[in-house]
């Protein structure tokens, strides 16, 4: 089974930007459709965003217009640009497939927004 393995979170200000990264350890191909998910304390999973392997993409409308969705399917990687971040962006951050793979699941990278 691919694993994912993501990266580029931190602590960043209201307002500010952060650019997260995927990497697959196997091919993104048998993957037709890839996605951002993120996790907050006390809360559930949600999808944050999705793109198919043509480049469509789609979004949760809390994010719609300052999260951008992109993959490199030569790469194996996947990439999610967010911009305007707000307090209650923060949460750590998963790739997965859509629908998600159980086993593909990875450790998650951290985002905090915070002045």
């Known amino acids: 089974q691919v694993q994912l393995v993501e990266s580029g979170g931190g602590l960043v200000q209201p307002g500010g930007s952060l650019r997260l990264s995927c990497a697959a350890s196997?091919?993104?191909?048998?993957?037709?459709?890839i996605g951002w998910y993120r996790q907050a304390p006390g809360k559930q999973r949600e999808l944050v965003a999705t793109v198919t392997h043509g480049g469509s993409t789609n979004y949760a409308d809390s994010v719609k217009g300052r999260f951008t969705i992109s993959r490199d399917n030569a790469k194996n990687a996947m990439y999610l640009q967010m911009n305007s971040l707000k307090p209650e962006d923060t949460a750590v951050y998963y790739c997965n497939a859509h629908p998600s793979l159980p086993g593909s699941w990875g450790q998650g990278t951290q985002v905090t927004v915070s002045s």
């Open positions: 196997g091919s993104f191909s048998s993957m037709y459709v």
